[in-house]
């Protein structure tokens, strides 16, 4: 839209003389009359104490508008001074200390006592701002726009090694911001700021809501009717972009950030050159060019999350990283794979890597890399780093991860900018598994029997930690390729060998290779590399496009996952497809069972710890062993009618019947 076509000039007419008459009787005064143009059903009644000046446009003022405490006050301007401004109907504009310059304000807004709403010149409104995340001193830089998602990010972000990827990508952001720059600033319908100071280059979404707030400049808050934005309390932010849902309150200070969907931050948290993608939550701690993949959270005041990428991760009170060596500059960064958990106190030398569900434990000064030994636990002990391979898989708090993410995805706009895949177990974690268990036998081959520990990365192993980290994977890859499948013959009816090989038979060829986790979504390599190729000779050239490609790959998933479980069933059966047979599947499901019982049965005793009497400690206070029970109880319940151990006996009762349903129709197969 061009800047005069925003003036819809055949809208609106000029004043009458008895309507000139009428406002400047009530307090309206402007150098100007001829400028004030207002619909036909405009009327004088409800606009007061008002200077005008530029071009103004207005429509009727209709309608009560109500506040806080079931007030309602007529929609109408008072109290204000508008430059350049549009003005829909039934706005509320009223207390305005200096001036709102260069706005459209759309239908049923509300504007109440602020300091100033303005834009000076053209804005972007944050489109096109540089973020310097994951690596402080440069280098990695991500240009924001109001559709960024996480996957466009990270390409951003982590393959500079393809840099014309990197200059066309770069190119269509910078021509988006330039199709949204404008002399003109919008407040949405049904927007409103109320109790705020200073808002300067702010583009303000459809039902914000925005209160109290400091300082907002050069920046767009994209708000919808579906999931409306708040930003609350004592705020700053200067060059940002803030997405549907998001929250953010109490003080918090940002600068050079995106924030995702339905993110929030709060408590005085401070965040600068930063992303933070889908249900992130950032509560008094404080960010430094850290790439947050959806569901990053901190909630603790001394927790510090600096140049690094992260995602699905929970950090612990006084997590910190160091990527300063005091000798080049702060120049180091760290990956920490999905689903990981940092203790209180944790530390991380960057540059690093944890392996994807890890839960790190204590400080560590050594540089490791633990990406292909997945769901471990990372503990300082004595100043060593020491490693317990997948030792998370049987713990009952992953598993609770896993199926709280879902039901926490708090979007409710239909446009979702990020595509999550929640899965615990993915052709991305199962590959590292796969690597991890071969990286073990192998530790253990060159290293010899007799030797106590094994050294990897900068880590130590201990023996035992080292056996049961190989079955514990093995049990891993079993569950999963199992789960694939037994979901890919249920519901079909197989009367011979021919109709069980058809049914295996993948629906693609895409997918048998590596696997990525673009922050949130799992992608073959092949696939990536057909979009980068794409962007580099301009097959795909516009941000629509790119999006497109990412939500396709998302969505067939399933038939990507199916086609990698199928490689991998062949080679652990030394056979192709076309040889499988039913005495193939009876043995691979037997194991499948035995694999997931196993695990569901360590994930009980797993359980079973947090009702253990050492868990009771503290409750009963004043009472004798049994008010200690009795208090416990009323508290926390107990192992037998917990929910999630209830879960798991019903898991294992359900997987038993699935696998013996597979193995009776084997067996029926001539």
């Known amino acids: 839209m061009t800047s005069e076509s925003i003036w819809q000039e055949g809208k609106y007419h000029s004043l009458s003389p008895e309507q000139i008459t009428a406002l400047q009787k009530q307090g309206c005064t402007c150098g100007d009359w001829s400028k004030v143009c207002v619909t036909a059903d405009f009327n004088t009644d409800n606009v007061h104490s008002t200077h005008f000046s530029g071009r103004i446009r207005m429509g009727a003022f209709a309608k009560n508008v109500s506040f806080f405490g079931g007030i309602t006050i007529p929609a109408g301007i008072s109290d204000a001074t508008l430059h350049n401004c549009i003005i829909g109907d039934n706005v509320f504009i009223s207390h305005i200390k200096n001036c709102i310059a260069n706005y459209t304000i759309e239908e049923d807004a509300v504007i109440d006592n602020i300091d100033l709403l303005a834009v000076e010149g053209e804005s972007s409104f944050g489109n096109g701002i540089e973020v310097a995340a994951v690596n402080e001193a440069g280098g990695r830089e991500i240009p924001i726009y109001d559709r960024l998602s996480a996957h466009t990010a990270y390409i951003m972000a982590f393959y500079r090694h393809r840099p014309q990827v990197i200059k066309k990508l770069q190119k269509m952001i910078s021509d988006y911001a330039r199709s949204v720059t404008s002399s003109m600033g919008l407040v949405g319908k049904g927007a ?13 979404g459809p039902a914000a809501k925005i209160e109290c707030t400091a300082s907002l400049e050069n920046g767009s808050i994209n708000s919808c009717p579906e999931d409306p934005v708040y930003i609350g309390p004592g705020v700053f932010a200067e060059d940002f972009i803030v997405s549907s849902g998001a929250k953010i309150s109490d003080g918090t200070m940002i600068s050079k950030c995106f924030i995702g969907q339905s993110t929030e931050l709060s408590k005085e948290y401070s965040a600068e050159n930063s992303v933070f993608f889908a249900n992130c939550g950032g509560f008094h701690g404080e960010a430094c060019a850290i790439f947050a993949g959806p569901y990053t959270v901190t909630h603790h005041k001394s927790t510090l999350l600096i140049a690094g990428l992260f995602s699905f991760l929970n950090a612990g009170s006084g997590t910190n990283q160091s990527n300063h060596m005091y000798k080049l500059g702060p120049v180091h960064q760290g990956v920490v794979e999905r689903g990981s958990k940092t203790g209180s106190d944790s530390y991380i030398l960057w540059p690093a890597k944890v392996g994807a569900f890890t839960v790190v434990m204590g400080r560590h000064y050594r540089n490791s890399d633990t990406s292909d ?7 300082e002990h004595e100043d060593e780093s020491i490693l317990v391979p997948g030792i998370n898989l049987r713990s009952v708090g992953t598993v609770r991860d896993a199926r709280k993410w879902p039901n926490r995805d708090k979007r409710k706009n ?32 060159t290293s010899g029997e007799t030797s106590d520990y094994y050294t990897y990365h900068s880590v130590k192993i201990e023996k035992s930690s080292l056996e049961h980290g190989i079955s514990l994977y093995e049990i891993g890859i079993y569950k999963f390729i199992g789960n694939c499948l037994i979901h890919r013959l249920q519901n079909r009816q197989i009367s011979n060998v021919n ?14 290779g590596k696997w990525f986790d673009m922050a949130g979504l799992f992608a073959p390599e092949e696939l990536i590399e057909i ?26 998933y399933p ?15 030394g056979k192709k497809i076309e040889e499988i047979t039913p005495g193939d599947i009876i043995e691979l499901t037997i194991k499948w069972k035995n694999a997931v019982i196993g695990l569901d049965n360590q994930l009980y005793i797993d359980a079973g710890k947090e009702f253990a009497a050492l868990a009771q400690t503290g409750f009963g206070i004043d009472g004798d062993t049994e008010t200690k029970h009795a208090d416990f109880a009323a508290v926390r319940g107990t192992f037998e009618k917990d929910r999630f151990v209830s879960e798991i006996e019903n898991h294992i009762k359900t997987k038993t019947e699935l696998a ?11």
């Open 660 to 670: 013996n349903d597979l193995i009776n129709r084997m067996n029926k197969i001539e």
């Open 192 to 204: 409103s700021i109320i109790n705020c100071r200073i808002l300067k280059n702010v583009k303000i």
């Open 373 to 379: 030994l997945p769901f471990s636990y990372l503990i």
């Open 414 to 445: 239909p446009d979702k900018l990020d595509m999550i895949n929640f899965k615990l177990l993915s052709p991305y974690t199962i590959q590292k598994m796969l690597n991890g268990r071969d990286l073990l036998k192998k530790l253990k081959a």
């Open 499 to 512: 109709e069980l090989r058809d049914a295996l038979k993948p629906q693609s060829d895409v997918g048998a």
């Open 531 to 556: 979009m980068l190729n794409d962007i580099e000779n301009d097959v795909l050239n516009s941000l629509v496009q790119v999006e497109k490609t990412f939500i396709s790959i998302h969505e067939n």
């Open 559 to 573: 038939v990507y996952e199916w086609t990698w479980a199928a490689d991998v069933m062949q080679k652990m059966a």
